[in-house]
């Protein structure tokens, strides 16, 4: 394994080790979170700024669930606010799960939790197999760029640019405390000024080095 250069032996043991479970709108506080108190402030402090930029990051995006309802989210709030630059990069360890994301193509059971009016308005409905399916459409592929990322590496972000939030969810579960720590320590560096950091549910930042704010429970602020 070590001696495959491609890396594909490597993603196979990580799927086999990690559970790659997820779904739209996962944690469902985060996104009222995002929706009701977090993105107006930003969009507001970056208007009056002339800066029509939004930076984003899901670390660990497995399948594409949690990307694509990142950007449902960002999409209906700048919604008749003119046209803002909003990118958001979604990264996974694991190659198969990539490809998935990608495709961004699900069945009905999995998009229940996404409304009837986002779906018309960001899905495409089509029948496979005589079984409803849904797509992620263009305005939601447009905005997010998939990558594959060990974060224990590199990343292909600049630091100076700053990322306005980061969803790392269910993926620092597989470290122990000192990775943790350097994890969390590398998002502080990549957010800008109030940005925040969203964890899993079984993520807390208890017993590590940080200089986030809690804000509530596996959300964090750079204050």
């Known amino acids: 394994m070590l001696e495959d250069k491609t890396g594909k032996e490597f993603s196979i043991l990580i799927d086999s080790l990690s559970t790659n479970l997820t779904s739209f709108f996962r944690e469902n ?12 402030s930003l969009l507001e402090r970056k208007a009056k700024n002339r800066d029509f930029k939004i930076r984003a990051w899901s670390a660990g995006c497995s399948s594409g669930e949690e990307p694509y309802s990142i950007a449902i989210t960002l999409l209906d709030s700048v919604e008749g606010q003119g046209r803002w630059d909003i990118k958001l990069l ?24 996404v409304s009837p009016l986002q779906r018309q308005k960001y899905l495409i409905h089509s029948k496979e197999n005589n079984q409803s399916v849904f797509e992620a459409g263009k305005k939601l592929k447009d905005i997010i760029v998939f990558r594959y990322l060990n974060l224990m590496q590199e990343w292909p972000i600049n630091p100076s640019s700053g990322v306005d939030f980061i969803f790392c969810r269910n993926v620092m579960i597989y470290f122990d405390k000192q990775t943790q720590e350097n994890l969390v320590n590398r998002y502080w560096n990549l957010l800008a000024p109030g940005g925040v950091l969203f964890t899993g549910h079984s993520e807390s930042l208890t017993g590590i080095r940080h200089k986030y704010k809690y804000i509530q429970p596996t959300i964090y602020a750079k204050l």
Do not use: C
Request: aromatic fraction near 12%; charged fraction near 20%.
């Open 90 to 113: 979604a990264t996974d360890i694991s190659t198969s799960m990539l490809e998935v994301a990608k495709m961004g193509v699900y069945d009905k059971q999995r998009v229940n939790p």
């Open 29 to 40: 506080q985060h996104f009222e979170f995002l929706q009701d108190t977090f993105l107006p």
